[in-house]
Structures are given as structure tokens and as C-alpha cells.
């Protein structure tokens, strides 16, 4: 079975500064990964995913993700945050369940406070 | 385009009774669906997977006959927890996938939070 980790549960910043969320998984086959956003009294809002290809990914509002096949992570990045950028961000991990539903595993959460 | 709704956003009831949750996609047909839980500082746990149609799939630990899953169509999935107990109460959130095909991204409800006195 899959799992995954994230290793913050909350990191604080100021605007501008720079953000950099640990993700690691452990699945010894082929996975698809995605980060998810939670902007608070929201729902979950898929942020990037990756399937193939370019293991850099970019995401929507500035935020991208490197897929790191031999250290099983999918870091979150973004080189300058905004006061808007606080929310709660997952990690997921999508592998074949077997039972051909792609069923998704989530890590804990990050919950990111900007700071004005 | 691809919302999915989920009703009621927080319900209170007494322990004993039985609470069903909705979960609709309502700009797009979800061959399948996905229950989750989430307790306070954990991540979501996967309870079970329904297919359109079919018997629901349920994840080691779930009870079935404590959540019990309905997906009688394309647009709509309940969960129903049975006989709800205050252990019970946490937030449970559900999504949808157009197909099962794991190119397809997840669409999430907005939640639902039970709390079981």
C-alpha cells in the first residue's frame, strides 16, 4: 500500500518569501502525483498533477512541483508567496488500487500562514 | 465546470440516529466516487470507493454496515452512518472522477461535518 508524508504541518512565512513543501511517498510502482490546495471554508482544489514527461510541473497561481524519481518526493514550490497563498495544502499519491479505481492516498497536510 | 456539491455542510444530531450525506456532481456524470474522512490534524482517509451501479468498495477498517453507500446514479452518492455514535463524528468529504481512468483529476465536495452528541 501506498503512503505519504508530509513533513510540515505548518510553516509561517512572510509575503515575498520563498516556499518549498517537503512531499515524499512510498509505492514501488509507477504513481501519479498531485498537490491539492484548501483555501480556508473551501473545498479542495486540485493546485498540479503530474502523470508523465516533464517531472518539473507547473500549477496554477505560480506554484510548481519537481517529481524526483529516486527520492520518491514531489516538493512544492513557489518563489514568492502572497497573503491569498494561506491555506491548507495535501500531497496525494494516485496508484492502481487493483482494482482499477486509482484510488487517491493523502499526506497529512500543510497548513501555510502568510504573513502581510 | 466539474462541481460537485455536498449536503448538508454540518449536521448535529443525537447519538442513535442515522445521518445520510449527499453528494452530487452537477455539471458532469462521475462513473465514480469517493467517500473520505478526516479527523482534526490527520490527513483523509479513504472509507470507501462507489461505482455507478455497483457495490461499493470499502477500505480495510470501514464497517459497511455502519456507512452505508449508495450510487444509484451518474450525478448522485450518499453515505448514510447508521445508528451514529459521538465517535463517529468528524468530517467526511467526497469526490468525483468522470471515469475511473487515473488520468482523470478528483472533483471535491465541500464537506460535510457531523457531530454526534
Known amino acids: 500500500a501506498q503512503s505519504v508524508s508530509q513533513h510540515n504541518h505548518h510553516v509561517i512565512l512572510s509575503e515575498a518569501a520563498s516556499l518549498e513543501l517537503g512531499c515524499n511517498y512510498s509505492?514501488?510502482?509507477?504513481?501519479?502525483l498531485f498537490w491539492y490546495v484548501q483555501y480556508p471554508g473551501q473545498h479542495l482544489q486540485l493546485l498540479l498533477k503530474?502523470?508523465?514527461?516533464?517531472?518539473l510541473v507547473k500549477g496554477i497561481k505560480g506554484f510548481e512541483a519537481e517529481f524526483i524519481k529516486s527520492k520518491f518526493s514531489f516538493n512544492l514550490r513557489k518563489p514568492s508567496v502572497q497573503w491569498s497563498d494561506t491555506a491548507e495544502y495535501f500531497c496525494a499519491v494516485n496508484a492502481n488500487s487493483g482494482a482499477g479505481s486509482y484510488q487517491l492516498t493523502f499526506g497529512k497536510g500543510t497548513k501555510l500562514s502568510v504573513i502581510p | 465546470g466539474a462541481v460537485v456539491s455536498q449536503h448538508p455542510s454540518w449536521v448535529i444530531c443525537k447519538s442513535g440516529t442515522s445521518v445520510k450525506i449527499e453528494c452530487r456532481s452537477l455539471?458532469?456524470?462521475?462513473?465514480?466516487m469517493f467517500w473520505y474522512r478526516q479527523f482534526p490534524k490527520q490527513s483523509l482517509m479513504l472509507m470507501a470507493t462507489s461505482n455507478e451501479g455497483s457495490k461499493a468498495t470499502y477500505e480495510q477498517g470501514v464497517e459497511k454496515d455502519k456507512f452505508l453507500i449508495n450510487h444509484a446514479s451518474l450525478t448522485l452518492s450518499t453515505l448514510t452512518v447508521t445508528s451514529a455514535h459521538p465517535e463517529d463524528s468528524s468530517f467526511y468529504i467526497c469526490?468525483?472522477?468522470?471515469?475511473?481512468?487515473?488520468?482523470?483529476?478528483?472533483?471535491f465536495g465541500d464537506g460535510t461535518r457531523l457531530s454526534i452528541l
Open positions: 503530474y502523470f508523465s514527461g516533464d517531472p
Open positions: 509505492y514501488g510502482g509507477t504513481v501519479n
Open positions: 469526490s468525483a472522477k468522470l471515469t475511473p481512468d487515473s488520468n482523470q483529476p478528483q472533483h
Open positions: 455539471d458532469f456524470q462521475a462513473t465514480t
